[in-house]
């Protein structure tokens, strides 16, 4: 069982085991205006957040937002927040370049890509997480944040975005 670390004590993640290299899972989730959002089967970013109602999660969306407008995949933060709640924080924080979708109805992502919290004072929730899947709907970057307090590592992600949506030519063409 996957594990990370919330203000230093461990607590224990359940679902799937994905890593990089597997064919990303395809699942739903609700997006602010109730329409579904799907994930995993193109080349998308999919940003993990516990809730967007904290300091933390609240920046980690602002960066990604900001980012977003320079990619060519497609930016989804993921929580357990309900859609309107998330509709909110958007308006309030100006998210206009990336979508929000919340697992709250069957913990669908969660449980497929193995961010639930199963234990602690946060169980239920997800964990910090990023994942970057390319447009064959492979999983090329994950991380699972080892402390959940914490943002993650904004470089490596950024750098998996960039590989994931690169056209430059590979040579093999002619």
Do not use: W
């Not at 969660?110 to 064959?136: E, K, M």
């Not at 991380?143 to 030519?169: F, G, R």
């Amino acid at each position: 069982m996957a594990t990370t670390k919330l203000q230093g004590n461990l607590v224990n993640l359940a679902g799937n085991d994905v890593n990089v290299g597997d064919k990303a899972p395809i699942v739903n989730v609700v997006g602010q205006d109730l329409a579904e959002i799907e994930v995993g089967n193109k080349a998308q970013v999919v940003v993990v957040v516990p809730s967007l109602d904290t300091p933390v999660c609240a920046a980690e969306t602002r960066k990604f937002n900001e980012e977003a407008a320079k990619t060519e995949a497609e930016v989804v933060v993921v929580s357990m927040d309900l859609p309107f709640a998330m509709g909110r924080f958007c308006t309030t924080e100006g998210i206009e370049n990336l979508k929000v979708g919340s697992d709250f109805r069957n913990k669908d992502l969660a449980n497929a890509y193995g961010v639930l919290i199963a234990d602690g004072p946060l169980a239920g929730a997800t964990c910090r997480a990023v994942f970057v899947i390319d447009s064959n709907g492979v999983i090329n970057y994950k991380e699972i944040c080892e402390e959940i307090t914490e943002e993650p590592n904004y470089d490596a992600a950024l750098a998996a975005i960039k590989d994931v949506t690169s056209t430059s030519c590979c040579g093999t063409c002619h």
